[in-house]
């Protein structure tokens, strides 16, 4: 379905979303505010941190725009990738490399660290995933097996979902076009199926696999780290990471449903199936944010408005939430039972967190039979 304005409402939406931070990509409607108008919604703080993330974006490429290397990329993720800027956050990012090995490489690195860290831009994790140099090596062949560290499932999955180039983005491009080839073109089943049905489930289950490596590393850095931002933590993995993973099951699932995957779906029903249209597509539909694949869904699948209301008027307070500085810092100290229980904060993020949780439960499950149908078969078992 091709979004367009088609009332008074939608053209209200247009002047809400101001000028091109209402356009997703292309020059194309976003369908976050489309839906917004569809059903008479009111999302603030969706669109303020739409605005706020195009700040950070156009101040990140001012300080890096200038340093231009083809073999390599400054990617950040998180937030700023999603359009979800709120002022508390952080800024994880690595260095991809996409060629031969230089010990330039290693001063590039620190001068993003220390660039960052002149203008003030909260230091990424300890973990060491982000905050370092990336070769593409790992990434694009160490897909499974011993060698594919849960680091390395972490960048190569966010480099596909939640993702942003800043500055040159050629070695980005390569990589993720690599990695998208790698999972299709070792999917025997979507190439060489008998049926009418072509999912990428070499993809859709690292995306899976990624998603529970997610949810049990949680509780390993309970231990690990005594608790330290539980309550934060812990509501990101509730709303923003489960986002996430929901957008990489239904962008898995539009090379189904998509009426503008027809072409690649044709070019695998050949006696020598071609994977590079459907390539093509999954990378330019990758370039959407979790919210916008959210929105297509609910837009062009037959998803009542109750659904969609609860999966974004939650996400709004959620975001809502992480933008008070307050309550921010009171998740970010909150990490004893004793703590939760006292905290306003934690008790508006359990409000928020379930109706949320429900809401995908009924996009993916009982709105729709084509995606209940999906989502049992392949998302399922």
Known sequence: MTAHVTNSRELRAIVRWKDLLFMAHDNMPSKVALLEARIAANWPAIRKARLDTSDRRQRLNDLFLPRNSPDTSLVVFGSVARQEVTSGSDLDWILLIDGQSTPEHKEQERAIESTLASQKYTEPGKSGVFGRMVGSHDLVHNIGGEDDLNSNTTRRVLLLLESLSIGNREAYDRVRKQILRRYLEDDRGIRYSSGQTRIPRFLLNDLTRYWRTVTVDFVYKQRAENDKKWALRNAK?????????????????????????????????????????????????????????????????????????????????????????????????????????????WKEVREVSSPFHEGLVRLFLDDDEDLKQLTMKYGVF
Do not use: W
Request: net charge negative.
């Open 237 to 345: 993995l509730r709303m923003s990471r489960k986002l996430v993973f929901a957008a990489g099951l239904l962008q898995c699932f539009f090379c189904h449903l998509d009426a503008a995957a027809d072409p690649a779906r044709q070019a695998l029903k050949v006696t020598e199936p071609d994977v590079s249209p459907l390539t093509a597509y999954i990378e330019h539909q990758l370039s959407f944010t979790p919210l916008e694949v959210v929105a297509k869904a609910c837009l062009e699948q037959s998803i009542k408005p109750a659904t969609a209301r609860a999966i974004f008027d939650n996400y709004d307070r959620f975001l809502t939430i992480l933008d008070d500085a307050e309550k921010r810092s009171e998740l970010e100290q909150a990490r004893t039972h004793a703590d939760l229980r006292k905290s306003e904060a």
